[in-house]
T-cell receptor, first 111, second 113 residues
Framework: ELKVEQNPLFLSMQEGKNYTIYCNYSTTSDRLYWYRQDPGKSLESLFVLLSNGAVKQEGRLMASLDTKARLSTLHITAAVHDLSATYFCAVVAVLSYQLIWGAGTKLIIKP | DTEVTQTPKHLVMGMTNKKSLKCEQHMGHRAMYWYKQKAKKPPELMFVYSYEKLSINESVPSRFSPECPNSSLLNLHLHALQPEDSALYLC????????????FGPGTRLTVL
């Protein structure tokens, strides 16, 4: 059974700092997604990572995928307050094609 | 049009009421999903429709009844709900089931009294 683990679950940081959110998963998959959710809102797709070594960047966020290590990272560079949100990773289970979600990382960026 | 729409945005209902949630997409996607999300938790998959046929039912109680009238529309019929069913209900769609990025609607915030 595929399990997805995110850490940290909660992160409070100052503006201007860098940090990384980790997403580990337990069995083989070649498809991983990162989503953002603002309080009370829906899920916004950030990145789709489809192959080993994939790296995608959008503004201050960069996501990468290492399928051999079963690890994805979401790196935040020079954080700004607007990036405060909960970030979820989700992995496609190979047999069922269902999305298996991490618990989410609540990120608070203080001015 | 890259949008999934949901109505209503908010719904308050008693335990004896019958109501429906609606979802629509015009992206030509052939898979549509219902998720339930409780506060501070990830979404939980409820149902998947693929090519207008129910593909996955994640052991959801029968008080939730999905319907897919056509490839663009997805309904969730609610009857005799319990207070613990209060949650954010999210609809999503993707090009095909499972293998493609899912696009989420804004959700319906449901409160059961």
């Amino acid at each position: 059974e595929l399990k997805v683990e995110q850490n940290p679950l909660f992160l409070s940081m100052q503006e201007g700092k860098n940090y990384t959110i980790y997403c580990n998963y337990s069995t083989t998959s070649d498809r991983l997604y990162w989503y953002r959710q603002d309080p009370g809102k829906s899920l916004e797709s950030l990145f789709v990572l489809l192959s080993n070594g994939a790296v995608k960047q959008e503004g201050r966020l960069m996501a990468s995928l290492d399928t051999k290590a079963r690890l994805s990272t979401l790196h935040i560079t020079a954080a700004v307050h607007d990036l405060s949100a909960t970030y979820f990773c989700a992995v496609v289970a190979v047999l069922s094609y269902q999305l298996i979600w991490g618990a989410g990382t609540k990120l608070i960026i203080k001015p | 049009d890259t949008e999934v729409t949901q109505t209503p945005k908010h719904l308050v209902m008693g335990m004896t009421n019958k109501k429906s949630l609606k979802c629509e997409q015009h992206m030509g996607h052939r898979a549509m999903y219902w998720y339930k999300q409780k506060a501070k938790k990830p979404p939980e998959l409820m149902f998947v429709y693929s090519y207008e046929k129910l593909s996955i039912n994640e052991s959801v109680p029968s008080r939730f009844s999905p319907e897919c009238p056509n490839s663009s529309l997805l309904n969730l019929h609610l009857h005799a709900l319990q207070p613990e069913d209060s949650a954010l209900y999210l609809c999503a769609s993707s090009q095909a089931q499972g293998v493609d990025e899912q696009f989420f609607g804004p959700g319906t915030r449901l409160t059961v009294l």
